[in-house]
């Protein structure tokens, strides 16, 4: 198509060329190329491109060509919806501007205080960013003077509709003298903002970025079906499996920040929740952590994300689907910044897949499903880094202390090295065993309830309609794992299984789930929060002459326990009964 073209071939000055060559940046990026050298030649200009392509330096360079340094007077105006894009753009100007003796840059927002900002406004900065609420203000109180302004520039337009600052961004452009120019750009063109470049724009030239791939972000998208684990266990799962530098895991409320925060906390992530209600400072803080490394995962809202670029992260998790599907695209533009690829994973629950199709629509292709990470690729990235771990120690050269400690091992245990070794691997993996338990089966949760099958294969083929009523209880059925000591080679099968648990417990066998038969042994899923002692009855139940030896092997259960310790009523809340050790039938 068109030759490659320099920043030097779009007429820039040495200031600028070099401050740009110091960023690393070679050629412009395709907007730059057709925006800088229309705004240099006065047009207003309405440009139509992606995040992460560049806009900032498309419409920042060709006005700072144009400031007039002597001038201590605003005449670059940009407006932006975010605090954080209003500071990000500034830093930007300031970093392009860097070789420009005597221009000064200012961002203006809301939570600043008033004094500070004006005392700023007297300096004379030259390119002012600002938020439009804040803008207004300074413009109603006539603390911001645009009577020398020549250029005002929309950032991401649409995305001031969508918060709906739209009104005051008129307003903004209402009061501004006519003599400006004028540029607008927005990854879409709904009606409003079509209706503002009418209204205040004069012939503008429109440049519109296609997704190529030098401009569209390399972004791997998958999403996973919520299915056999909850998000709060999978999501440790996905984390574990993935390669990222930085994540950002996106929740739909401020308390799903805090919880999800929690749970990776627990599982040794350095993390923090960006939500709302966190102060401009902290939340300004919390990103600068994220930048240098401090802290490797952010659970967002979508409102405390938005604008936030660091080009650390390179993995997005919609821990909550969005309800539209432009959030979605404005999410996972947070990876794949500056041309790096990204990669974004979307979980979706079996009632949301209609936004999933809408999202597809959106972005024009399908998202392919990913399976959770299984068991054996979890242990194989766990042991992977635990030898990794053992070969550094063999390297490092103070182990002979350590030799004398294993020849008294030794000679306590009376056993040889092999074993003392294999028993000391089964310590050192506290924390992520190297072992996990069989992965539960996926199925989901309702149709469980719903069918009276004993075949768990049964049960998946079930129809997907379901009453209001039955979605609203679909998440108190959860179930839990259970290990028996019988498997193929004692000759048992799923009938015998299912009879001896029913029979025995007292327990219809629609709550019972599925069975999986190994050689030695089997898992069957259960109500989750079985009380202990009806475990204990379990492990005497016989199944084909041979006692069962019932134990809990899916994780979940340490939740169930926690809530109803010792002490317990005579039947908790999941219907479980221990009258006369006869346990009835869970009553959901
Ligand atoms: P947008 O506003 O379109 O989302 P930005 O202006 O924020 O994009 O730019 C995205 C990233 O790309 C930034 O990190 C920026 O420094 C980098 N960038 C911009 N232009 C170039 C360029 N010509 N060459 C290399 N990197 C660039
Ligand atoms: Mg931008």
Redesign the pocket.
Known sequence: MTKEIS?IDLGLSEEILNA?ND???????P??AECIPLLLEGNDVLGM??????????FSIPFLMNIDVNLKAPQLLVLAPTRELAI??AD?CA?YSKYVKGVKVLALYGGQRYDVQLRALKQGPQIVVGTPGRLLDHLNRKTLDLSNLKGLVL??ADEMLRMGFIDDVESIMATIPEEHQTAL?SATMPAPIRRITKRFMHNPKEVQIKGTKQTAPDIDQSYWLVRGMRKNEAIVRFLEAEDFDAAIIFVRTKTATLEVAEVLEKHGYSCAALNGDMTQQLREQTLDRLRNGRLDILIATDVAARGL?V?RISLVINYDITLDSESYVHRI?RTG???RAGRAILFVDSRERRLLKNIEQTIKKPIPEVALPSKELLEKRRLAKFTQQVQQQLESADLEQYQTLLEQIQAESGTDLETIATALLRLAQRDRPLILPPDPVFKPAREYRDRDGRNGERRLRGDNRESPKRRERRDVGEMDMYRIEIGKENGVEVRHIVGAIANEADISSRYIGNIKLYETYSTVELPKGMPKDILKHFERVRVLNQPMKMSLVAGKSSEGKRGRKSNQPESDDKGFAKKRGRPTAPKF
């Open positions: 920043f740009l960023l690393g940046f070679t050629k412009p990026s907007i730059q491109a992606q995040t992460g392509s560049g806009k900032t330096a498309a990000q753009v930007a970093e950032d991401e750009f670029d080009e533009g910044r500056a041309g």
